[in-house]
């Protein structure tokens, strides 16, 4: 069975940064994405990456957060810069068999593997 376990979560004021960690055990030709939920709202999307490096992000977090992957190491970053209290959720990655642009439909690709999720606080 697919794992994936993220790590890095924590507590920052805002205009601070944190970098996430997701190590997978998927096949590297999936493509991997970042999603969040924050209390009382639904998942979103946050970025996605396909195997050969090529990403795409929400536009609420462009221009603050970095996702990447090394795939001889089957591990996912995003590197989140500039955090503002709205970042404030938690952070799942995923992995699935499809486009890296359906990281905008979370629920269309339920089917894929998601890690347990880890918890971004942003204080103002």
């Known amino acids: 069975q697919a794992q994936l376990v993220e790590s890095g979560g924590g507590s920052v004021h805002a205009g601070g940064s944190l970098r996430l960690s997701c190590k997978a055990s998927?096949?590297?030709?999936?493509?991997m994405g970042w999603f969040r939920q924050a209390e009382g709202k639904e998942r979103e999307g946050v970025a996605g990456i396909d195997t050969s490096n090529n990403a795409w992000y929400a536009e609420t977090v462009k221009g603050r957060f970095t996702i990447s992957r090394d795939n001889s190491k089957k591990t996912m970053y995003l590197q989140m810069d500039n955090l503002e209290p709205e970042d404030t959720a938690v952070y799942l990655c995923?992995?699935?068999?499809?486009?890296?642009?359906?990281?905008?439909?979370?629920?269309?690709?339920?089917?894929?593997?998601w890690g347990q999720g880890t918890q971004v606080t942003v204080s103002s």
């Open positions: 995923a992995a699935w068999p499809g486009s890296a642009t359906l990281f905008r439909a979370p629920r269309a690709i339920e089917y894929g593997a």
């Open positions: 998927t096949p590297t030709y999936y493509s």
